[in-house]
């Protein structure tokens, strides 16, 4: 286990760079972190769509939701939400969210 220090906050991360333990609460400084390490450089409205239906799913099923589904429920192609998370829905959206890895397909 690591940590990862971000504008004055530590963070316990995973092998992967997932966090340890889920946030209760979105974190906007891990979030900018994760877009840092990302490559993301702004968070567009369908950066924002893709990030709060998903966190809105994890809440409601207590794990993120499969692309297809996350897809169905944006109105967003899965080949739109690779262009907004090049490193993948799991690696960048969920990570971003503060899920652990585990929680994420």
Same mark, same amino acid.
């Given at each position: ?7 004055? %906050?530590? @963070?316990?991360?995973?092998e =992967? /760079? ?9 974190? +906007? ?9 990302e $490559?993301?450089?702004? &968070?567009?409205?369908?950066? =924002? %769509? ?6 809105? @799913? @994890? %809440? =409601?099923? $207590? ?11 944006? /109105? &967003?192609?899965? %080949?739109?939400? @690779? +262009?907004? *998370?090049?490193? /993948? *829905?799991?690696? $960048?959206?969920?990570?971003? &969210? /503060?899920?652990?890895? =585990?929680?994420? *397909?």
């Open positions: 286990m690591a940590t990862i220090e971000h504008n004055g %906050k530590s @963070y316990q991360v995973d =992967k /760079g997932f966090l340890v333990e889920v946030l209760i609460e979105r974190d +906007e400084n891990w979030s900018e972190h994760v877009m840092t390490t $490559g993301i450089h702004e &968070l567009t409205p369908e950066h =924002k %769509k893709v990030l709060d239906e998903a966190w809105r @799913y @994890y %809440k =409601k099923n $207590g794990l993120a939701p499969m692309l297809r589904v996350l897809s169905r429920i944006t /109105g &967003l192609p899965c %080949k739109r939400i @690779y +262009e907004l *998370f090049p490193s /993948g *829905f799991k690696h $960048g959206a969920c990570k971003m &969210l /503060g899920l652990r890895e =585990k929680d994420c *397909f």
